[in-house]
């Protein structure tokens, strides 16, 4: 039987899961709601380079709408740019982890609700081990 793209993709990609938690930490405290980051970001943070290439793209703005236009870091729209989307990084490492975050309402929030889950996770697995 064949198998579909998904599983190859999730078998063959790097996971979170396997990531020291300081790095993990380090990680979720960067990634905002908002931020296409360079993946220098992260790298600069731990995380292993390989990694972050797998969530590094290149992402379109459309100037049509504010709310999906890229801006550089002068204010100035950009049709395009190579980076790393917080939210979506973030939502990858909860999956990774097995952690269930809380749905919220806006990008912010939705990041700062993973964020807390992935502190949450790695507290209680400290005092499982302690």
């Known amino acids: 039987m064949a198998k579909r793209f998904s599983e190859y993709r999730r078998r063959d990609r790097l996971s979170w899961a396997n990531v020291d938690s300081e790095i993990v930490l380090a990680v979720a405290g960067v990634c905002d709601g908002h931020t296409i980051f360079k993946p220098e970001a992260f790298i600069e943070t731990g995380a292993p380079p390989a990694l972050i290439a797998q969530h590094t793209k290149c992402y379109e703005s459309n100037p049509s709408d504010p709310k999906e236009t890229i801006f550089d870091e002068d204010g100035d729209p ?6 790393v989307y917080g939210l979506q990084m973030i939502q990858v490492m ?3 982890l097995g952690v269930d975050y809380e749905a919220k309402m806006g990008r912010g929030f939705q990041a700062a609700a993973c964020r807390a889950a992935i502190i949450k996770h790695f507290a209680a697995k400290e005092v499982s081990n302690g």
């Open 78 to 83: 950009m049709n395009q740019c190579l980076g």
């Open 94 to 96: 909860c999956s990774d």
